[in-house]
């Protein structure tokens, strides 16, 4: 059950400084078109790099922003088959609607005990990024897990995906590990967390 506050709707400054009002709630089946609708690319400025020292009893792993030449557009790393087979074997899908047109979801999944959760996908149509979607979101994937007695809860992330490392700091999610060559696609998972 999703608290009423994301039932009834959140009010979001959009480009035009007019409240965008969307509404959050539980993934149905029928929503499955709508999800997969979504462009899960996305353009970066910045990298995290990850550098790998190793000697006899030491292995010293550091990652470093580094600004690219140029903005590169990055797709996702899992397809679309791929998001459409995991979606219901989550924990927690929730939508966000906006005049009932479906704008962004939130999956999330269980990390070897159902004490810590990871937040594994979020995606916002691109004409509405920026505007506070992916945030409330989050906001609202955490107030579920509160009410579940959960209070451990990660995200996880392509080294690529500056815009989710914002997101990450900017709710309080601090950097607590990576997995190489994690994805389908063999990119390295970045993980944030945070307690609820």
Known sequence: MIPAAFQLGLGIPDMDNDMVQI?????????????????HSYHTDFVWQMEVNQEEKEIKVKFKEVRLPRSMRVDYPRTIENIADLIDTRLLTLVATKNDQLVGYISVDVVGSIHIVNITDIAVLRRLRKQGIGSALVLAVQSWLTQKGIHQVQLEMQSKNHPAINLANK??????????????????????????
């Open 171 to 196: 709710l309080g999610y601090e950097f607590c590990g990576y997995s190489d060559r994690y994805y389908p696609n063999q990119d390295i998972a970045l993980f944030f967390g945070r307690r609820v």
């Open 23 to 39: 509404d959050i709630r539980q993934f149905v089946p029928t929503d499955l078109p709508d999800l997969l609708h979504i462009d």
